[in-house]
Antibody
Framework: QITLKESGPTLVKPTQTLTLTCTFS??????????VGWIRQPPGKALEWLAL???????RFSPSLKSRLTITKDTSKNQVALVMTNMDPVDTATYYC?????????????????WGQGALVTVSS | DIQMTQSPSSLSASVGDRVTITCRAS??????LGWYQQKPGKAPKRLIY???SLQSGVPSRFSGSGSGTEFTLTISGLQPEDFATYYC?????????FGQGTKLEIK
C-alpha cells in the first residue's frame, strides 16, 4: 500500500523560505519510472501543479514558480523535499505530495495517485 | 501552457440523477486525462485515468469519455456520497494543469 505524508511549518512570514517534506512508504524513488510531485490548493480555490522529481533525478517545475522552487529526494529516507523561497501571503495553501508511476501499464495511468493528506501553510506576519 | 476549461463550475442535482461534467483542453492531450474527486478537508482521490479507465475500487456509476481536447465525466445515479468537487487533470505536457473544478451540490 502506498502512502505519503507532508510535513513542515504551518505558519511562515512573508519573504521567508518554506521547506516541506514528503515522507512516503510502499514504493521506492530508486525504482525506474517512479516520481513524486507537489500540488497546492489555496483555500477555496483550484489545484495547481508545482513540481515533480523522478527516480533518475529528472526535475520538472511550473514555469511561473520555477525561480522560487527547489525539489530534492533522499532515497534512503524515502523523502522528497520542496523548498519555496520568498513566501508571500498569496502562497497560503494546502500543499500536497503525490505518487506517480510512468511504467504503470500504459493507457494514461500515469497521473498522480495516491496523494498525501496535505499540509496547510499560512503566510502571514 | 495547456488550458483546461471545466464546466460547469457548479451543479445542483438530486440523488439518483445523472450528471455530466466537461473539460476542454486548449490542445490535444491524447489519453493523458484524469478525473479526481475532492471532499471538504480531504485530498483529491483519482476516479478515472487515461480518459475512461475506472480506478480500482471506484463505483461503476462513474465513467469517463472523450478524446483529444474534449472530455466528460458522467455520474449515473448520484449517491449522497458523490456530492463533492471534481477536477480534471492533463498530464501530457508540462506544466501539468487542472481544470477549475466543478462543485456538485445537493438540490
Amino acid at each position: 500500500q502506498i502512502t505519503l505524508k507532508e510535513s513542515g511549518p504551518t505558519l511562515v512570514k512573508p519573504t521567508q523560505t518554506l521547506t516541506l517534506t514528503c515522507t512516503f512508504s510502499g514504493f521506492s524513488l530508486s525504482t525506474s519510472g517512479v516520481g513524486v510531485g507537489w500540488i497546492r490548493q489555496p483555500p477555496g480555490k483550484a489545484l495547481e501543479w508545482l513540481a515533480l522529481i523522478y527516480w533518475d533525478d529528472d526535475k520538472r517545475f511550473s514555469p511561473s514558480l520555477k525561480s522560487r522552487l527547489t525539489i530534492t529526494k533522499d532515497t534512503s529516507k524515502n523523502q522528497v523535499a520542496l523548498v519555496m523561497t520568498n513566501m508571500d501571503p498569496v502562497d497560503t495553501a494546502t500543499y500536497y505530495c503525490a505518487h506517480r508511476n510512468l511504467y504503470c501499464g500504459g493507457g494514461g495511468c500515469t497521473s498522480f495517485d495516491p496523494w498525501g493528506q496535505g499540509a496547510l501553510v499560512t503566510v502571514s506576519s | 501552457d495547456i488550458q483546461m476549461t471545466q464546466s460547469p463550475s457548479s451543479l445542483s442535482a438530486s440523488v439518483g440523477d445523472r450528471v455530466t461534467i466537461t473539460c476542454r483542453a486548449s490542445q490535444d492531450v491524447r489519453k493523458d486525462l484524469g478525473w479526481y474527486q475532492q471532499k471538504p478537508g480531504k485530498a483529491p482521490k483519482r476516479l478515472i485515468y487515461g480518459v475512461s479507465s475506472l480506478q480500482s475500487g471506484v463505483p461503476s456509476r462513474f465513467s469517463g469519455s472523450g478524446s483529444g481536447t474534449e472530455f466528460t465525466l458522467t455520474i449515473s445515479g448520484l449517491q449522497p456520497e458523490d456530492f463533492a468537487t471534481y477536477y480534471c487533470l492533463q498530464h501530457n505536457t508540462y506544466p501539468y494543469t487542472f481544470g477549475q473544478g466543478t462543485k456538485l451540490e445537493i438540490k
